[in-house]
């Protein structure tokens, strides 16, 4: 219930929508051609529809952690980044986020 305007519940509502618009367009996210590409199918229209009026939120740690946490999931299940065998999970998401943000 967002009633009073909690962004916390409006982000949490924008990624779910933004996560539906990522399997909708799956097709053209996850094909096995040049990178670049996926990033641009992924800004248009996936971004935009999970930050949707967020010129209105409220930007708190867990407001921002939780739409990295989001933006994250979802670039790796697109460019197919897999954990390496011997890679622990703390490991895996530190080179897979140092990797994204370049």
Known sequence: ???????????????????????????????????????????????PSA??????WHANSNLVQGMQTWELQLLREMLKLRRRPDEGSASYNKRIATLLRR
């Open 1 to 47: 219930d967002d009633r009073y305007g909690n962004p916390d519940v409006s982000a949490m509502h924008r990624r779910t929508l933004g996560t539906a618009t990522f399997h909708k367009h799956h097709a053209p996210l996850s094909c096995s051609g040049h990178a670049g590409a996926r990033l641009n199918a992924w800004s248009w229209p996936v971004a």
């Open 51 to 56: 930050i949707y009026g967020d010129a209105i």
